[in-house]
Nanobody, 119 residues
Framework: QVQVVESGGGSVQGGGSLRLSCTAS????????MGWHRQAPGKQRELVAT???????NYADSVKGRFTISRDNAKNTIYLQMNSVKPEDTAIYYC?????????????WGQGTQVTVSS
């Protein structure tokens, strides 16, 4: 079993910055693709950014150029540096760790951390 724990959420004014962290721990024997998703009130959960163990990244168009995802493989930890935040970035941010062993995949989710951006 893999545990995923996020930290770093909070309130910030528009144009400001915030950094989220997420660590996966437990019985991990495959490779991990990790990422951030978010869910705003009344909306579906959406992808924000992902990063592979090799450092390949993928971003939602809405955050490109503002958010940066990074990773420390030794710690199974990822970070999301959020710059120039906007009120529409307000959401619960969930960390996802997808463990891949050959053709099998397991998804693990954190509890989520609230990010609130005021105008």
């Amino acid at each position: 079993q893999v545990q995923v724990v996020e930290s770093g959420g909070g309130s910030v004014q528009g144009g400001g910055s915030l950094r989220l962290s997420c660590t996966a721990s437990g019985s991990i024997s495959g490779t991990l693709v990790m990422g951030w998703h978010r869910q705003a009130p009344g909306k579906q959960r959406e992808l924000v950014a992902t990063i592979t163990s090799g450092g390949d990244t993928n971003y939602a168009d809405s955050v490109k150029g503002r958010f940066t995802i990074s990773r420390d493989n030794a710690k199974n930890t990822i970070y999301l540096q959020m710059n120039s935040v906007k009120p529409e970035d307000t959401a619960i941010y969930y960390c996802n760790a997808q463990e891949i062993r050959r053709t099998l995949r397991w998804d693990y989710w954190g509890q989520g951390t609230q990010v609130t951006v005021s105008s």
